[in-house]
C-alpha cells in the first residue's frame, strides 16, 4: 500500500467535496434567495437543503480517487481496496471530529448537529467515502 498517495488522494477528495458543499450552501443563498445561518435558526435553510446531496458528491468524487489510487498500485486486490475505504473513512471521521465540532469557528457544529441532526446523511457520506477505493478498483478493470 501506498500512503502517501493514498492520503493524498483523500485529501484532494476531502477539499473538492468541502467545496462543492460550501458552493451548493452559497448558490442556494445567493441565486434560490434560501435563509443563511444569519437568518434562520440552526445552519439555516440553504445548507439544510443541502444535506441529501452531500452523499451523491461523495459518490461521485471518491471512486474517482479511489480509481486513481488503485490505478498507480503495483497489485491491485479488492483487499487493498477494502483496506484504502476504512483507512479513508477513518481518517475522515476524525478529521470531521476535529475540523467541524472541536475548532471553533464560524460553521462549527456541535456533537449533536454533527452527529444525530446531520443523520443519515452523515453515515451516508462515510459509507460512500469507503466505497470510494472499492468502486475505483471495479473501475480500473473496465
Same mark, same amino acid.
Given at each position: 500500500?501506498?500512503?502517501?498517495?493514498? &492520503?493524498?488522494? &483523500?485529501?484532494?477528495?476531502?477539499?473538492?467535496?468541502?467545496?462543492i458543499g460550501v458552493g451548493h450552501t452559497i448558490f442556494n443563498v445567493k441565486v434560490l434567495h434560501m435563509k443563511s445561518?444569519? $437568518?434562520? $435558526?440552526?445552519? +439555516? $435553510?440553504?445548507?439544510?437543503?443541502?444535506?441529501?446531496?452531500?452523499?451523491?458528491?461523495?459518490?461521485?468524487?471518491?471512486?474517482?480517487?479511489?480509481?486513481?489510487?488503485?490505478? +498507480?498500485?503495483? $497489485?491491485?486486490?479488492?483487499? @487493498? @481496496?477494502?483496506?484504502? +475505504?476504512?483507512?479513508?473513512?477513518? *481518517?475522515?471521521?476524525?478529521?470531521?471530529?476535529?475540523?467541524? *465540532? &472541536?475548532?471553533?469557528?464560524?460553521l462549527q457544529l456541535s456533537f449533536k448537529q454533527f452527529y444525530i441532526e446531520y443523520q443519515p446523511w452523515i453515515t451516508?457520506?462515510?459509507?460512500?467515502?469507503?466505497? #470510494?477505493?472499492?468502486? #475505483?478498483?471495479?473501475? *480500473?478493470?473496465?
Amino acid at each position: 500500500m501506498r500512503g502517501g498517495m493514498l &492520503l493524498l488522494w &483523500l485529501m484532494i477528495g476531502y477539499v473538492i467535496v468541502t467545496w462543492i458543499g460550501v458552493g451548493h450552501t452559497i448558490f442556494n443563498v445567493k441565486v434560490l434567495h434560501m435563509k443563511s445561518m444569519k $437568518e434562520s $435558526e440552526g445552519l +439555516g $435553510e440553504a445548507y439544510e437543503r443541502t444535506k441529501p446531496w452531500h452523499v451523491l458528491y461523495n459518490l461521485i468524487i471518491f471512486p474517482i480517487f479511489g480509481w486513481l489510487y488503485m490505478s +498507480g498500485l503495483d $497489485e491491485r486486490t479488492l483487499s @487493498a @481496496a477494502i483496506i484504502a +475505504g476504512a483507512i479513508w473513512a477513518f *481518517v475522515s471521521i476524525i478529521v470531521d471530529l476535529v475540523g467541524w *465540532v &472541536l475548532i471553533p469557528h464560524p460553521l462549527q457544529l456541535s456533537f449533536k448537529q454533527f452527529y444525530i441532526e446531520y443523520q443519515p446523511w452523515i453515515t451516508l457520506v462515510y459509507v460512500a467515502i469507503f466505497l #470510494g477505493p472499492v468502486i #475505483g478498483y471495479f473501475l *480500473v478493470f473496465m
